[in-house]
């Protein structure tokens, strides 16, 4: 499938909170199928944020250390486990297109869309692919310590470096992912209430981009963007004022909210 064709904008790395960054991707979805660009970004969770798996149990949080440790908390759209986006261990991406573009098929689409991350991974240094074979859960409400599966986990030698989740609205698909650039341990077994798990069985789970090829930070997420342009003829662009306006509404309503977060309650219109 040729997406090169398409009109897409690369929004370099922007720094900004969870709620945001949730609404953001939302608005673009509504951009892509409104005629307008197709998006794809690298973005940092500033400050740091647990986002919940659409279907989590807001029992499964430690609300307490969240709070403690002034980490913000809200809800994806798209399922699977928390993770944990530390401001500095964590790159995030987004790739949103309208649906009528891509593959209905989840594993096809997932394949096309993944097409760029291996190939960030590759330019960083990073011998990563898809998981072989799925794995085990270790902690079932952590993304990173679920089951690891061939469709969209990607790890070296079997520790997990990158989950992907998608998720469709009407009319567009927005697929979302966390690289692991470092491992803030402490932390991401902090935010979930009664893990069980000790910082070596982490360890033995996941690895980082820090890891695997000692480089920058900077350095990881120009690979990536640049991985990005390549794929799909993206021209850097940003958000106009219109978008950053109605996700600013969207996230204050919406993913800022304790019935959103904890509730999986959406606003009505």
């Given at each position: 499938m040729t997406l090169a064709d398409r009109e897409w904008r690369l929004i370099p790395e922007e720094a900004r909170d969870g709620p945001m960054q949730m609404a953001l991707e939302e608005v673009a979805a509504e951009t892509a199928a409104d005629g307008g660009p197709r998006t794809v970004r690298a973005y940092q969770w500033s400050p740091s944020t647990l986002s919940m798996g659409y279907r989590q149990d807001a029992d499964s949080v430690d609300w307490a250390f969240a709070e403690r440790e002034g980490i913000t908390v809200t809800r994806r759209r798209s399922g699977g486990g928390g993770i944990y986006h530390d401001e500095h261990a964590d790159i995030s991406y987004s790739i949103v297109a309208p649906a009528d573009e891509l593959p209905g098929d989840l594993m096809e689409c997932y394949e096309i869309l993944c097409e760029p991350i291996l190939d960030a991974f590759r330019e960083m240094g990073v011998d990563a692919d898809f998981v072989a074979e799925e794995h085990p859960a270790i902690h079932e409400p952590a993304c990173y310590l679920r089951a690891l599966h061939p469709a969209h986990d990607i790890a070296v030698d079997g520790r997990k470096i990158s989950g992907n989740a998608q998720y469709r609205t009407r009319d567009a698909v927005i697929q979302h992912g966390s690289l692991s650039y470092d491992l803030a341990v402490g932390d991401h077994l902090g935010v979930f209430a009664d893990s069980g798990v000790d910082e070596q069985q982490f360890r033995d789970r996941v690895t980082s981009i820090y890891e695997e090829s000692g480089i920058s930070?900077?350095?990881?997420?120009?690979?990536?963007?640049?991985?990005?342009?390549?794929?799909?003829?993206?021209?850097?662009?940003?958000?106009?004022?219109?978008?950053?306006?109605?996700?600013?509404?969207?996230?204050?309503?919406?993913?800022?909210?304790?019935?959103?977060?904890?509730?999986?309650?959406?606003?009505?219109?």
């Open positions: 930070r900077d350095e990881a997420v120009s690979a990536l963007e640049d991985a990005f342009a390549e794929w799909c003829d993206a021209a850097v662009g940003e958000w106009t004022d219109e978008e950053l306006a109605a996700a600013r509404e969207l996230a204050d309503e919406k993913y800022a909210s304790e019935a959103w977060t904890r509730d999986r309650t959406a606003p009505t219109n």
